[in-house]
């Protein structure tokens, strides 16, 4: 799994964050590694900040419970005869 945020605000420079603000290491950098997965962390005084966070799919495969009968699983989209789902996809434009 990957996440990629990028913002347009004031920014930072990491090498310089006071020891009492350690929510970058403590709290993002941290959780990840315990978990196997890696954070990349890009920032600028004045340029915005980017974030990318990396989570190996064995990782996130151990993680996730397995189905249960008790959850209801939604039923297939009606296809057409070409096999494509008919209908838009809610939330997508098409091309």
């Known amino acids: 799994m990957n996440a990629f945020v990028r913002d347009g605000g004031a920014g930072f420079d ?46 996130l495969a151990k993680a996730m419970p397995a189905p249960s009968a008790a959850v209801p699983v939604a039923s297939p989209a009606p296809s057409t005869p070409g096999g494509a789902a008919s209908g838009p996809v809610p939330g997508l434009t098409p091309p």
């Open 14 to 59: 990491p090498a310089v964050v006071p020891d009492d603000r350690r929510g970058i290491a403590d709290s993002i950098v941290q959780r990840m590694e315990r978990h196997g997965g890696t954070v990349e962390i890009r920032s600028h005084p004045g340029a915005g900040t980017e974030v990318h966070l990396h989570l190996p799919r064995r990782v």
